[in-house]
């Protein structure tokens, strides 16, 4: 067993500003939605905040998509096609049963493999539909304000504005699976330690690109 580095400086930086960004948004845009009843945030501040923070999003999201694909960290949200349906089934399997029962990861993580088949579908998702669907309806009400007439061209605001806040629903059912998950690890903690320190102890040599971990199918 040895401690490798999982996650650069850069890449533990863009998680916690995007995990910020994206908890702010939540919470302004909830403010801004249910203002008239359980706003958490005064009205105008919260709009005003939204859409800062908003904009902060879009530039730290493009910024990070450029480091994954320069990098070509990129790669690793590809699904391996003749393997992905058995080791898709090893990892949901871990997370109905096996990690109740104390059993082991079926992916042993590296620098080189970090995502198991689930997580790679999940992001690809996320990448290139919520996200974009977030970002196109919500610049879409930002510009309705000086240009009313893009109104008519969407079927009214509040078409546009079901669509941003279902989106919104996703990425809050997102961040709390993913809260939960993050504390499967070793420890409950251990996963936070490793987007705060880059570091995790795996097992194996040093520099290896560890296979998935074989176990029985059956329950």
């Known amino acids: 067993m040895h401690k490798e580095l999982i996650y650069t400086l850069y890449e533990r930086f863009w998680h916690w500003f995007q995990a910020v960004m994206i908890l702010t948004l939540l919470l302004t845009g909830f403010s801004v939605h249910y203002s008239g009843s359980a706003g958490i945030i005064p009205f105008a501040t919260a709009v005003r905040l939204h859409n800062v923070v908003g904009w902060l999003l879009v530039i730290n999201a493009f910024l990070g998509f450029f480091y994954y694909l320069t990098t070509g960290t990129l790669r690793q949200l590809i699904p391996e096609p003749r393997e992905w349906h058995i080791l898709a089934w090893r990892q949901l399997r871990y997370y109905l ?55 008519h061209l969407v079927g009214g605001i509040g078409n546009l504005a079901a669509v941003h806040m279902l989106g919104a629903w996703f990425f809050a059912a997102f961040v709390l699976a993913h809260i939960y998950l993050a504390t499967t690890g070793p420890t409950p903690w251990a996963h936070f330690v490793t987007m705060i320190t880059g570091y995790e102890v795996v097992e194996g040599p040093s520099g290896s690109d560890p296979l998935p971990v074989q176990q029985n199918e059956t329950t």
């Open 97 to 151: 049963y096996g990690m109740f029962h104390a059993e082991p990861h079926p992916l042993q993580r590296s620098r080189q493999r970090r995502l198991n088949p689930l997580q790679q579908i999940t992001y690809l998702a996320i990448l290139n539909i919520l996200l974009p669907v977030q970002v196109v309806t919500g610049v879409a009400l930002w510009f309705m304000q000086y240009s009313p007439k893009l109104i």
